[in-house]
């Protein structure tokens, strides 16, 4: 794929080793793209070690811990990536929040959790990263957003959940129409169910005869894609949700 390698890619969400954060961090930075990273209430030490493998892959990294369901986290992130690395050219919306309720659980306070992360920090921070590309006209710029496949089934359980990531796939569609002309591209990705260190064992017996290609997802795997979605090679693919999940039965 071409991807030039004086690009700057902004990750959120990426707490933890199994994540498809930071799946997609170590493939950014095999492609030789400069990373910033943010998460929340990660491990200390992950985060130091983490950090130090991508720089030691080749290319620049900085991180910040950001709580996103703040209503000016759009703009203090991004005001923290310009100051540390520049101008990014490529937002990744991986943060997630992600707490079962059902019709029986769901409440105002449940709801506005979910939709202050998955929605409002999404939305934001994707109109705050177009502005200043305005801006500042570049020819290349990728938004890539993080959904669950919730247009393909009911999730049970998880009304507030499936709700907020169903507008982010609404937002994804509209938002690229009126970003064409300046050169980004926004995309929307459904991972399907993936192993990301929460499914035991029991779960994963489960689900295996549902995937048609013989496994379970893997943090790589979305990783690929979104990696695609950032080269240049997929300069006319855009207002796409993506579902990439290994042939995976829902019924």
């Not at 095999?30 to 992950?46: E, Q, R, T, V, Y």
């Not at 490529?90 to 079962?100: D, E, G, K, P, T």
């Not at 570049?138 to 959940?161: D, H, V, W």
């Not at 489960?206 to 894609?225: I, N, T, Y």
Request: aromatic share 8%.
């Amino acid at each position: 794929m071409k991807m030039l390698q004086d690009k700057l890619a902004v990750v959120t969400g990426v707490s933890h080793d199994k994540g498809i954060g930071a799946a997609v961090c170590r493939r950014f930075a095999a492609d030789g793209l400069d990373i910033f990273f943010s998460h929340w209430k990660a491990d200390s030490d992950w985060v130091l070690s983490f950090k130090k493998e991508l720089i030691e892959i080749g290319v620049r990294v900085d991180d910040m811990e950001i709580d996103l369901s703040m209503r000016d986290s759009s703009t203090v992130l991004l005001d923290q990536v310009n100051e540390k690395l520049g101008k990014p050219t490529i937002l990744v919306n991986n943060a997630a929040h992600s707490l079962r309720d059902g019709y029986k659980q769901l409440n105002a306070q449940l709801l506005d959790d979910h939709y202050a992360v998955n929605m409002r920090a999404t939305l934001l921070l994707s109109v705050e990263f177009t502005r200043r590309f305005e801006q500042s006209p570049l020819s290349f710029g990728r938004i890539i957003n993080l959904t669950s496949g919730q247009a393909k089934g009911p999730m049970l359980e998880e009304l507030a959940y499936g709700a907020t990531k169903g507008a982010v796939s609404a937002f994804t569609l509209s938002l690229s129409a009126e970003v064409a002309h300046l050169g980004i591209t926004v995309n929307a990705v459904n991972p399907g169910p993936t192993d990301t260190g929460w499914m035991t064992e029991e779960v994963k017996k489960e689900l295996k005869p549902k995937f048609l290609s013989g496994r379970v997802g893997v943090p790589e795997d979305a990783a690929k894609l979104v990696s695609f979605l950032a080269s240049e090679d997929a300069g006319w693919v855009t207002g796409q949700v993506i579902d990439s999940e290994g042939a995976f039965l829902r019924s």
